[in-house]
């Protein structure tokens, strides 16, 4: 969710209870106040524009992903493609409702860059992982 632009700044005033639990937050993620202020803001922002897709933590980084499954909006699009670019055959090969694999469709739609850079991150991550494999039988003999 970076920019390349000049940061903007923006003062709020809040409630005594939400700086404390902010400051826990910060303190127990590591991240800075303002990171974390940006990043709930920009998710909540995207969370009302696209209200099945929800952000997770996963191994890579923090990702939008379909709100009641573990796919990852990259992995959905990924899958749209592998079945002729069909919302309703990749819906019946992930088990998803339609609706949902057509929330990270729109999703796609709106972040695309983004969604793209996952998409070749995780392939980057499987060819390593194919490669790592192919060394590990080589070892074997």
């Not at 940061?7 to 409630?15: G, H, K, L, N, Y």
């Not at 106040?33 to 990043?39: D, G, H, I, K, P």
């Not at 709100?67 to 088990?95: F, H, K, M, P």
Request: proline residues 3%; negative net charge.
């Amino acid at each position: 969710m970076g920019h390349d632009e000049r940061r903007q700044s923006i003062a709020f005033r809040f409630e005594p209870g939400t700086v404390a639990h902010l400051r826990r937050r910060a303190g127990e993620t590591g991240a800075t106040q303002t990171a974390l202020v940006e990043r709930y803001v920009e998710e909540g922002l995207r969370q009302d524009e696209h209200p099945l897709i929800c952000f997770r933590e996963a191994a890579a980084g923090r990702r939008p992903a379909v709100v009641g499954s573990r796919l990852a909006v990259a992995d959905i699009v990924t899958t749209i493609r592998q079945n002729d670019n069909s919302v309703t055959e990749a819906a019946e090969y992930l088990e998803l409702p339609v609706e949902h694999v057509e929330a990270a469709l729109r999703y796609y739609a709106d972040y695309k860059e983004e969604v793209d850079a996952w998409i070749e991150h995780g392939l980057a991550a499987a060819e390593r992982e194919r490669e790592r494999w192919r060394r590990r039988q080589e070892a074997l003999g």
